[in-house]
Antibody, heavy 121, light 107 residues
C-alpha cells in the first residue's frame, strides 16, 4: 500500500524557516517524481514544487521561487521542502504527492494527509 | 502561467441526476488535463487524466471530454458520495495549475 506521511509543519513567525519531510513507503520511491502541493485554509490547490526521480529536474511555482527548496533522499525514501522567508501567504496545508508516472506523468495519483503550516500576519 | 477557470463555482443537483462541470484553460493544454475530487478534510483524489481516461477504480458514471482549452467533467447519475469539490489541473506546461474548484452540492 502506498503511504506518504508528512511531518514538520507548525507555527512559525513571519520571516522564519521550516523544513517539511515526507516519508514514503509501499512503492519504489526512486522511480517516481514527487511534488509538494499546498492548500490555504478554505481555498483551492496550488502546485508548489516538483522534483524528478533522480533530482535532475526541479520546478518551483513563482510564488515560492528563491525561498523554497525541494530535495529528496532516495536511500531514505524521503522528500523534503525547506521553506525560508515565510509569510502569512504561505499558511496552508502542505501535501506530499506522488506523480502518476508514465502515461499519467504530470498528474498526482497518491497524496499524503497533509501537514499544516501557519504563519501569523 | 496557464490560468484554469472552472464554472460554475457552485452547482446544486439532486441525487440521481446528471452534473456537468466545466474547465477552461487560458491557452491550449492539448489533452493534458486532469480532474480531482476532494471531500472535506481529505486529500484530493484523481478521477480523470488525459482529459478523458478514468483513473484506476473510478466508476463509469464519471466521464471527461474536451481538448485544447475547453473541458467537461460529467457525472451521469449522482450518488451521495459524489457531493464534494472538483478541481481541474493542467499538466501541459510548468507551472502546473489548478482551477479554483467547483463545489457540487445536494439540491
Amino acid at each position: 500500500e502506498v503511504q506518504l506521511v508528512e511531518s514538520g509543519g507548525g507555527l512559525v513567525k513571519p520571516g522564519g524557516s521550516l523544513r517539511l519531510s515526507c516519508a514514503a513507503s509501499g512503492f519504489t520511491f526512486s522511480s517516481y517524481s514527487m511534488n509538494w502541493v499546498r492548500q490555504a485554509p478554505g481555498k483551492g490547490l496550488e502546485w508548489v514544487s516538483s522534483i524528478s526521480s533522480s533530482s535532475n529536474y526541479i520546478y518551483y511555482a513563482d510564488s515560492v521561487q528563491g525561498r523554497f527548496t525541494i530535495s529528496r533522499d532516495n536511500a531514505k525514501n524521503s522528500l523534503y521542502l525547506q521553506m525560508n522567508s515565510l509569510s502569512a501567504d504561505d499558511t496552508a496545508v502542505y501535501y506530499c504527492a506522488r506523480d502518476g508516472g508514465r502515461a499519467v506523468a504530470g498528474t498526482i495519483d497518491y497524496w499524503g494527509q497533509g501537514t499544516l503550516v501557519t504563519v501569523p500576519s | 502561467e496557464i490560468v484554469m477557470t472552472q464554472s460554475p463555482a457552485t452547482l446544486s443537483v439532486s441525487p440521481g441526476e446528471r452534473a456537468t462541470l466545466s474547465c477552461r484553460a487560458s491557452q491550449s493544454v492539448s489533452s493534458n488535463l486532469a480532474w480531482y475530487l476532494q471531500k472535506p478534510g481529505q486529500a484530493p483524489r484523481l478521477l480523470i487524466y488525459g482529459a478523458s481516461t478514468r483513473a484506476t477504480g473510478i466508476p463509469a458514471r464519471f466521464s471527461g471530454s474536451g481538448s485544447g482549452t475547453e473541458f467537461t467533467l460529467t457525472i451521469s447519475s449522482l450518488q451521495s458520495e459524489d457531493f464534494a469539490v472538483y478541481y481541474c489541473q493542467q499538466y501541459n506546461n510548468w507551472p502546473y495549475t489548478f482551477g479554483q474548484g467547483t463545489k457540487l452540492e445536494i439540491k
